[in-house]
């Protein structure tokens, strides 16, 4: 957050800074301090190096810290410095908090400082000035030294920092003290890899000169129809960050493969990169002694001048450069392809007579789409068998060059779940590949062939941290709970859906549904009886079973509830209906539902806590702001994830991923939300008067047509959006102030409006079908009578009395279809009525005076007369219970 809006995210009296603008040595060393100084909040001033920002946007929920302009610094007491002595090196509010509260210091620092007192003035609890090649290196001396443990994160950050400070420990400022540090951080699992991939530093002159070399006595090498570009220098003494020049150039100059062979005395280093398939110098340069993996090595020749090095090294790329698999020699040609408008029964017979999975569908001559076998059994079993394949096919397509690699191939099918992959050459279909010829050209031993899986998750990301900050503690202990009952069960336990997808959006729910791999409500049982062995945990003190669809919902004693399910797949004999439920494991039964960003799960179990599983690429359409089916029958299985799908369309500002919206429609061209019980419709209309953006939400229904799919009568033009617009903007007002005892239903109020011009023969028929009561159909036929007359006379601000005598006795449901008609002043004058109605009191008159002094027994009558006074209290009149009684005896007394 910013400095103006003033809602500080953190109010610290302890804090960690660095200087200004900080760099991955500054940052490392400020989460060391943490681990020393656990009480102390990291503050991070300005923007960090590019490469820090890279690793914030992965790592920030693992090490949190806050921006300086997040942060109230106005009661801070202790304040710990690193990478930095200076105070004017910090960011300008630390400074002014630092002047004004006298925090005590602690300073680590490892570069020179040469005035005797730093921060004159201020008590300092310790300060460690070291010319050393890192402030890390500092601070991991120090948790070496208190046996402070890290984590692997911690130990890559770590060494991230000393690494780029150091220069890869070329910079002549490192000393052995930089690399016993970082011998100790990969002692405790700090990841080179992902080192490499954020340090940046620049090259020291004599790198520049060699990177120089290596360009000007360039050689392109074409060995086995595969190009190699090879780089040639001498050097009489030894530079080095020879892996970081090549790197450089292989990134800048284009090429697949590109070699340095570079004389330095009397040995010859020879270092490549590559991203060719063909190339695997992982074992070119371990048949010269040297070593690495198949897409960066090196090697060393003692002895072998340049020239000599060159010559071997061109002779053993003849052996080590192999063409590699391409899509061509995998893909299975001629293709069986079928037409867009062939009926879907058509398109089962193929599959029957020939055992296919998917096949292309053409249409115009051209690749238009995929049919997979199993959208084909989807459609048959809803009796779509004369509808074209093309109302159901999948229009996304995944498709190859026949010149691409065999990783490629692999590639695509794992990250987006598909078995067949269509071969294109210059734009025009002549081959498919499907998973079977993947796996055979990937595992000579089909023994091996297990290891080439497309069930698992394309992408499992930690949400430990997350949980920890985003849930209550209890409710973290009894996710822990269930996932060590799991595992003592050896049975799978999952978190999954909207829990999850509002986790990662950091939007508080905690509606938890729990996944079991197993019987769900055995499962329950078992765990209740875990419970019970140890009460001072959790207790649960109610299960509510529901076996046709294996579930149970369970109460706990501390006001936790969680909906337990088995891992099940669902078959739907017709659209619309009930599904028919089947055990099944948690890939199974995410894709069964219903848009990808509920399809994720979080593992429960011990050793994976908090892993994220994805297998759909959700996590991807969650941050994109996407709303995707997972198959393309997902509609015609459940019509009500059309409303569903908007709803969370406007609830998260999300879009509908073009094909999604492409099937929503069909399916209401289909009339298959026409299909679905009017009892499941309703449901969904309540829930989404529960958002917060509901005229947003209907708008989307009308401009969609699924206000038309659901009430035949209503049509959506200009006229009723503007009447929308009103009824939504009063609707919290009139709730609010008319809500006696919560009876005010917003589903009915929103028929007055939806239903007005209905007939009496079309309301019966909502009647029936949405479950409504036959006397709140009458008032939505007679209320909309005279709507436009009440709305005239609030319009034009008659009076109160005339007012009373057309509005006594209206439901609260039609108050607020009344303010859809309603101008400003209108409403205004409306709020101003309803208050004075609602404080009218009587202070001498009620029903049993009146029948007893003057013998009024009708309850009409008495009702009339009521009315009669309520009329002229509405006009400011019978304030006090004398003038009550002169009224009553003027009306009702004998000769008067």
Not at 153 to 165: K, M, Q, R, V
Not at 348 to 366: A, R, S
Not at 831 to 860: A, C, I, N, P
């Amino acid at each position: 957050m910013g400095k103006e809006d003033k809602r500080w995210l953190a109010k610290p009296e302890k804090i960690i800074v660095s200087h200004k603008n900080p760099d991955f040595d500054s940052f490392s060393a400020s989460v060391a301090a943490q681990r020393l100084y656990p009480d102390h909040t990291i503050v991070v001033s300005g923007e960090g190096a590019q490469n820090l920002e890279d690793f914030f946007a992965i790592y920030k929920e693992k090490i949190p810290f806050y921006r300086e302009e997040s942060v109230d610094l106005s009661e801070i007491k202790e304040t710990v410095i690193v990478d930095a002595c200076l105070k004017e090196r910090l960011g300008q509010s630390i400074q002014n908090a630092i002047s004004r509260n006298k925090p005590i210091l602690r300073i680590y620092d490892h570069h020179p400082f040469f005035d005797e007192d730093i921060f004159p003035g201020y008590q300092k609890r310790e300060v460690v000035i070291e010319e050393i090649g890192s402030a890390t290196t500092l601070m991991v001396e120090k948790i070496r030294k208190q046996n402070v443990e890290i984590d692997k994160i911690d130990a890559t950050l770590f060494s991230t920092g000393i690494y780029e400070d150091t220069g890869n420990f070329l910079f002549s400022s490192t000393t052995p003290r930089d690399l016993q540090s970082s011998a100790f951080l990969l002692e405790n699992g700090a990841n080179l890899d992902v080192v490499s991939a954020f340090v940046k530093i620049d090259m020291t002159i004599d790198q520049k000169r060699l990177l120089e070399d290596l360009l000007t006595n360039k050689v392109v090498k074409h060995i086995n129809q595969t190009e190699i570009a090879i780089g040639i220098a001498n050097s009489e003494k030894f530079i080095g960050g020879l892996n970081l020049i090549v790197s450089k150039l292989w990134m800048s100059e284009g090429y697949d493969t590109f070699i340095a062979v570079v004389g330095m005395g009397k040995k010859t280093y020879i270092v490549g990169r590559t991203s060719s398939p063909d190339v695997n110098l992982g074992e070119l340069m371990g048949a010269l002694s040297g070593g690495g993996h198949k897409r960066a090595a090196a090697c060393k020749l003692t002895g072998v001048p340049v020239d000599d090095a060159l010559k071997i090294l061109i002779t053993y790329l003849e052996k080590y450069v192999t063409p590699a698999v391409r899509a061509k020699h995998l893909m299975s040609s001629p293709v069986r392809t079928v037409f867009a408008n062939m009926p879907i029964q058509s398109i089962n017979k193929i599959f029957e007579e020939t055992g296919y999975g998917g096949l292309p569908v053409i249409e115009d001559g051209k690749l238009a789409g995929m049919i997979v076998r199993r959208d084909v059994q989807k459609a048959m079993a809803h009796l779509l068998n004369d509808k074209p394949v093309k109302s159901i096919m999948s229009t996304k397509l995944q498709v190859v060059d026949i010149e691409d690699s065999i990783e490629k191939v692999k590639a695509m099918m794992v990250e987006n779940g598909i078995g067949r992959i269509p071969v294109l050459k210059e734009g025009v279909l002549i081959g498919i590949i499907s998973r079977t010829d993947l796996i055979r050209a990937s595992y000579k031993d089909e023994r091996d062939q297990a290891r080439f899986d497309l069930e698992s998750p394309i992408s499992q990301y930690d949400t430990s941290i997350l949980l920890q900050r985003s849930i209550p503690l209890e409710l973290t202990r009894l996710l822990k709970l269930i996932g060590e009952t799991g595992d003592q069960l050896n049975i799978k336990t999952y978190v999954v859906g909207g829990f999850v997808r509002d986790l990662l959006l950091r939007t508080p729910n905690l509606d938890v549904d729990v996944v079991v791999e197993g019987n769900a409500i055995e499962f329950v049982k078992k765990l209740s009886a875990r419970c019970e062995e140890s009460p001072e945990s959790f207790r649960i003190r109610k299960i509510e079973e529901h076996t046709p669809f294996q579930v149970a919902k369970a109460y706990f004693d501390k006001g936790y509830t969680v909906d337990f399910a088995s891992a099940r797949i669902e078959t739907y004999h017709s659209p619309g209906a009930l599904p028919v439920v089947e055990f099944s494991h948690i890939r199974k039964d995410l894709v069964r539902r219903d848009f990808s960003i509920n399809a994720m799960a979080i593992d429960l179990g011990k050793d994976a806590f908090g892993t994220l599983l994805d297998f759909f690429r959700c996590r991807r359409d969650l941050e994109s702001g996407s709303i995707r089916v997972l198959y393309n029958t997902s509609f015609i299985d459940d019509p009500t994830r059309i409303l569903r799908g908007v709803r969370y369309e406007i609830r998260f500002g999300f879009a509908m991923e073009e094909r999604t919206l492409e099937l929503l429609k069909e399916a209401l061209s289909e009339k298959y939300l026409e299909r679905v019980s009017g009892g499941r419709i309703r449901r969904e209309f309540q829930r989404s008067l529960t958002e917060s953006a509901l005229f947003d939400l209907f708008k989307r229904y009308g401009e969609l047509e699924i206000l038309k799919h659901c009430f035949p009568a209503t049509y959506y033009t200009e006229t009723l959006e503007a009447k929308l617009k009103r009824f939504f903007d009063r609707l919290l007002w009139v709730e609010k102030f008319f809500n006696f005892k919560g009876s005010f239903n917003r589903f009915y109020a929103l028929l007055y409006l939806l239903l007005e011009y209905n007939t009496e023969e079309q309301l019966k028929e909502v009647e029936t079908e949405y479950g409504v009561p036959r006397k709140v159909t009458r008032d939505i036929f007679a209320f909309s009578k005279k709507v436009e007359l009440i709305a005239h006379m609030f319009n034009t601000e008659s009076p109160f009395s005339d007012l009373y005598i057309l509005l006594e006795g209206a439901k609260s449901e039609s108050l607020a279809y009344l303010c859809a008609y309603l101008t400003e002043d209108g409403t205004n004058h409306f709020k101003e009525y309803s208050r004075l109605r609602k404080g009218v009191r009587f202070y001498y008159v009620d029903g049993m005076m009146l029948t007893k002094q003057y013998h009024l027994d009708e309850g009409s009558v008495i009702r009339e007369v009521i009315a009669g006074m309520t009329k002229e209290k509405m006009n400011g009149l019978l304030n006090t219970a004398e003038e009550e009684k002169d009224y009553l005896d003027r009306l009702l007394s004998p000769g008067v």
